[in-house]
């Protein structure tokens, strides 16, 4: 979190703490026997915990490279891990289709969360840290509960797999978005499916919500991204009713979604500014396009990159922007100017990107296997 060191993770096995000033290797951690997937550092910056092939996590004392614990339960590759927003737990997601909540004091399983028939593929923590939502190959979502383990609600409509799922801000309401290519709008206290989307004509790659959740902008294979209304008036049973006869009677959101074209390849991803007002968006052309999401202008490309841009992360003041691309970099721009700001080029193509919450940190993962902190401190 102060953005003066770096762990990586890698396909040969390690993790590696550097220090971003000078370069240097500081400490390896070697104790899994097959390659690293995700890292994630605790929210006091003292520990991190890793995500393997050998189906364990560990945690591991990021000043000694001390292995403090070895998470072992999963029966499958472990693809994921979220920490808690209070740092002291950890649920991972894992190919033997189940869901894990772990102590990282400890290192004890507290909960294994069971129920899903195929892949668990992401998992979102709800802003109290109070429940997850999981995202799975078996075509649903599932809502538990972190303290007693329960599988509160299942969310069923989709009918292929889910790529994405995104928490409402007020933590209510969930969005998914599927291989069906549709998201749906589903309520989290009664499950119930309040909204489908059906504007794309290809699978859903993304979606992110507005800070005021009550707008979501989703992104496709098939070259566009959609703006759309999650305020819904009424109970989705009134869609039964002829559509122009729910205009009339208002009994329903029935308002077209914006769409913005531009891209001539597929979207990957989208980020939204903090006002609402914005948002940026990531395709295989090589570009990212600044659009009004008022008026569906686009306002600027961003050309740079010489291959597909995979993911983009927004500094916290909204003014900056940083894209990963499978031409094995990192590009910061600015949003005013247009400018490419900075340039950090990897070993392998770079499939996400993330900013932390102080704006300071960028964290990157790449197709071996590795997870880049980067620092944004010092460059203007």
């Known amino acids: 979190p102060d953005g003066l060191k770096v762990v990586s993770a890698s396909a040969d096995e390690t993790l590696k703490l550097w220090d971003l000033l000078t370069g240097e290797e ?12 995700e890292v994630c550092v605790t929210t006091d910056g003292l520990k991190v915990v890793s995500a393997s092939d050998d189906e364990t996590l560990k945690l591991w004392d990021l000043f000694t490279g001390e292995e403090l614990l070895t ?26 289709e189940t869901l894990k909540l772990w102590n990282l004091v400890t290192g004890e399983e507290l909960l294994t969360l069971t129920g899903h028939n195929d892949w668990v593929n992401g998992v979102c923590v709800t802003p109290d840290g109070l429940k997850a939502v999981s995202a799975s190959a078996d075509k649903t979502l599932k809502l538990w509960d972190l303290v007693t383990g329960e599988e509160l609600l299942t969310f069923r409509g989709h009918n292929n797999r889910v790529n994405g799922v ?18 749906k709008l589903w309520n989290l206290v009664t499950g119930e499916e309040l909204l489908t989307l059906r504007g794309h004509n290809n699978r859903v790659n993304g979606v992110c919500v507005t800070p005021d ?9 098939d070259k566009t991204l959609e703006v759309s209304d999650l305020d819904v008036k009424k109970e989705q049973k009134f869609m039964t009713l002829p559509k122009r006869l729910t205009q009339i009677l208002g ?16 979207v990957n991803g989208v980020c939204v500014t903090p006002d609402g007002l914005k948002a940026v968006s990531a395709s295989d052309d090589n570009t990212l396009k600044l659009w009004n999401l008022v ?11 010489n291959d597909s841009v995979n993911g983009v992360s927004l500094t916290p003041d909204g003014l900056k922007a940083v894209s990963a691309s499978d031409d094995k970099t990192l590009k910061l721009w600015d949003l005013k100017t247009e400018k490419e700001l900075s340039t950090f080029t990897g070993d392998s193509p770079i499939s996400c990107c993330s900013i932390s919450p102080d704006g300071l940190t960028i964290v990157a993962g790449d197709s071996s296997g590795k997870v880049h902190f980067l ?6």
């Open 26 to 37: 500081l400490l390896t951690f070697i104790d899994h026997n097959n390659r690293l997937n």
């Open 71 to 96: 998470l072992t339960g999963h029966k499958g590759l472990v693809n994921g891990v979220c920490v808690t927003p209070d740092g002291l737990k950890a649920v991972s997601t894992s190919n033997d």
């Open 166 to 183: 995104c928490v409402t801000p007020d933590g209510l309401k969930v969005i998914s978005a599927s291989d069906d290519n549709t998201l």
């Open 213 to 221: 959740g009550l707008k979501v902008i989703s992104a496709s294979d």
């Open 251 to 266: 009994l329903v959101n029935t308002k077209e979604p914006l769409i913005l074209r531009g891209h001539n390849n597929r």
């Open 295 to 305: 008026t569906g202008e686009e306002l600027l490309t961003f050309r740079g990159h």
């Open 375 to 380: 620092c944004l401190e010092g460059i203007p």
